[in-house]
């Protein structure tokens, strides 16, 4: 799962995508798990020695998950992941921190 800061609008993110042939045409989906609000979200991709480098621009609601999908045209999914936003340091968070009691 990718951590975000909601505080922030610009975002860098490394993921290992399942198809490296970049030089296609592709768009970058990422949707809140709880609207079902989708995104459109241009992003610029970088390749890396071991996975691809994406920088973006989205507004993230804090404690939200969101779906980020990665499709070449076509229908062919170069990735798919989780994100979750949180503006707590993430080796901190627990997800049943004030939401959860369990007995």
């Keep these: 799962m990718i951590v975000v800061d ?3 609008t610009n975002h860098t993110i490394n993921i290992i995508p399942r198809d490296y042939d970049l030089g296609v045409s592709f768009k970058v989906y990422i949707t809140n798990e709880t609207t079902k609000e989708e995104n459109t979200v ?8 071991r996975g ?6 989205f507004n993230f609601t804090d404690s939200y998950n969101y779906e980020l999908r990665i ?26 921190t004030d939401k959860y009691y369990w007995n």
């Excluded at 241009?42 to 020695?49: C, G, K, S, V």
């Excluded at 691809?52 to 621009?57: A, D, E, I, T």
């Design 52 to 57: 691809v480098q994406l920088s973006f621009l």
């Design 42 to 49: 241009p992003t610029i991709i970088n390749e890396l020695n």
């Design 6 to 8: 909601p505080s922030l």
């Design 71 to 96: 499709v070449k045209t076509g229908g062919f999914i170069l990735y798919r992941g989780k994100i979750f936003a949180t503006s707590q340091d993430p080796q901190d968070y627990k997800q049943t």
